[in-house]
């Protein structure tokens, strides 16, 4: 099995399965802080809720578009690890961490003069204000996450993740209990203000805890960790494929987030049931960008070895683990939905949404279905490097299937949620057959990311002797 990630015969089930599941649990982690922050406050208020997903929304868009960025470096450590130039690998994960450092020039004006600008005057105005700020403030935290994380899941090493995200995971806890309610006469009460800090402190500390990983002596002797110089050939490798993939990121949960003005425009029933619906869509969220992380690393090694025929098997493999999930997510959004609504959010719903809540968990279901696919996909096509595709089909995607009948039809007409979530599915699937039809296409096979011809300042880094006195002369 040449260049094979684990023992599993290549691009099969158990191999996919194997690299992915750490990923699963990694973003399972990342995505349930977001989802633990949301039921914390959704004991603490409903109009806490309702603007940590307005203004968090938003506030993920731009995080999440730089963090696609930075995680790019996974894609060139994967094919640098297929095509045996192990020497290599810490070259792009350095340029897209100086990349999350620079990334602190936008997040800062953010932070200071774009909330008020965003937010001032919307229904939850004075709640969206400061959760957005701090989110802005430690944006670049998340940044760096993903940049490590590359350099790990690039070479299949994943299950160094898992532990890291459960810790990561019981911290936001701690501090989302501590700091949204205080503890009378140690901590005060800081609401809103207190799930945002919790989120971030948990950021600081994976990234802090990647960065040592990443810099131990193993590293820098056998990968080259310590090659930290600025590469700006490196850097423009990297910002080719990795900007594309951010900025359609970056819209597409724009989008999303101009989709959940509209609904709190049509009213609190329209905003209260879609909260609930995208709550439970971030957190199950987790298989599929585990997926499709994994499906990008298994297949980056492939293609950086020029197997492409081993791609298709990925894909076949991913399709089915989906296929096993989504029968797994029905007995939680199409069984019966409400009892654990019950449990999590809303303790004592009002009859009035309930029968729309049934069916809205149903689309939501629907959706992540659809989605999954595309995900799938997706990871195969960044490992490929064809990303200003997804640029392209994303961005107008987003909001000529969605936005714009959203518009039109529900909001125009002042029509129920159920109708707005029912076009979402309509969305994920024309999203996913774009993706389907570009894949069989075939045309990522001519996109060739990795060079064997480097410049003498390219070449893996060999520490140089001191050359005596008398051979000088």
């Not at 290549?10 to 191999?15: D, L, N, V």
């Not at 868009?61 to 130039?85: D, H, P, R, W």
């Not at 960790?225 to 850097?235: F, Q, S, Y």
Request: aromatic share 16%; glycine share 8%.
């Amino acid at each position: 099995m040449q260049n094979s990630l684990t023992r599993y015969p290549e691009g099969s089930i158990r191999e996919l399965w194997s690299i992915s599941l750490p990923l699963m649990i990694s973003s399972l982690a990342s995505l349930f802080m977001i989802f633990t922050d949301r039921i914390f406050l959704a004991h603490y208020s409903t109009g806490a809720l309702n603007a940590s997903v307005n203004a968090g929304t938003l506030a993920w868009a731009m995080m999440a578009g730089v963090g696609m960025i930075t995680a790019m470096s996974e894609v060139f450590v994967a094919q640098y690890n297929g095509a045996k130039l192990t020497k290599r690998l810490g070259v792009p994960v350095w340029q897209m961490i100086w990349f999350a450092l620079f990334s602190l020039a936008f997040f800062l004006p953010m932070a200071i003069w774009g909330a008020p600008a965003l937010f001032s005057g919307d229904r939850y105005g004075d709640l969206e204000i400061p959760y957005f700020r701090w989110l802005m403030i430690f944006g670049p935290s998340y940044a760096l996450m993903m940049a490590f994380s590359g350099f790990f899941i690039g070479r299949g090493k994943t299950k160094t993740l898992i532990w890291l995200a459960i810790v990561t995971n019981l911290i936001n806890i701690l501090f989302d209990w501590t700091l949204i309610f205080g503890i009378p006469g140690l901590v005060p009460e800081m609401g809103i203000q207190g799930a945002a800090i919790a989120t971030c402190l948990g950021y600081l500390f994976e990234s802090a805890a990647l960065a040592y990983l990443f810099l131990k002596k193993e590293n820098r002797i056998q990968f080259g960790t310590a090659r930290w110089h600025l590469n700006w050939g490196e850097m423009k490798k990297c910002c080719k494929i990795g900007v594309p993939q951010g900025v359609f990121c970056a819209l597409e949960i724009f989008g999303w987030a101009v989709f959940y003005w509209m609904m709190t425009d049509l009213g609190e029933k329209h905003i209260t049931i879609s909260s609930i619906c995208q709550s439970f869509t971030i957190l199950l969220s987790f298989f599929y960008d585990g997926l499709s992380r994994g499906a990008a690393a298994v297949a980056g090694n492939f293609i950086g070895s020029k197997r492409y025929h081993l791609v298709g098997k990925v894909l076949k493999s991913g399709s089915l683990l989906l296929l096993l999930f989504s029968l797994a997510s029905a007995l939680i959004l199409v069984v019966d939905p409400i009892d654990t609504v019950r449990l999590l959010f809303i303790q004592h719903p009002d009859e009035s949404i309930v029968d729309s809540l049934k069916i809205c968990m149903m689309f939501a279901f629907t959706y992540i279905f659809f989605d999954g696919l595309r995900w799938i996909f997706s990871g195969l096509l960044v490992a490929a490097g064809d990303t200003f595709f997804l640029l392209i089909a994303g961005s107008l995607s987003v909001w000529v299937f969605l936005l714009a009948p959203v518009y039109f039809i529900v909001v125009k007409q002042s029509l129920a949620v159920e109708y707005a979530w029912g076009l979402t599915v309509l969305y994920a699937a024309l999203f996913f057959i774009i993706y389907g039809i570009r894949f069989k296409q075939g045309s990522w096979k001519k996109i060739d990311l990795v060079t064997q011809e480097y410049s003498k300042e390219d070449k893996p880094f060999e520490p140089e002797l001191p050359i005596p006195m008398d051979l000088q002369e």
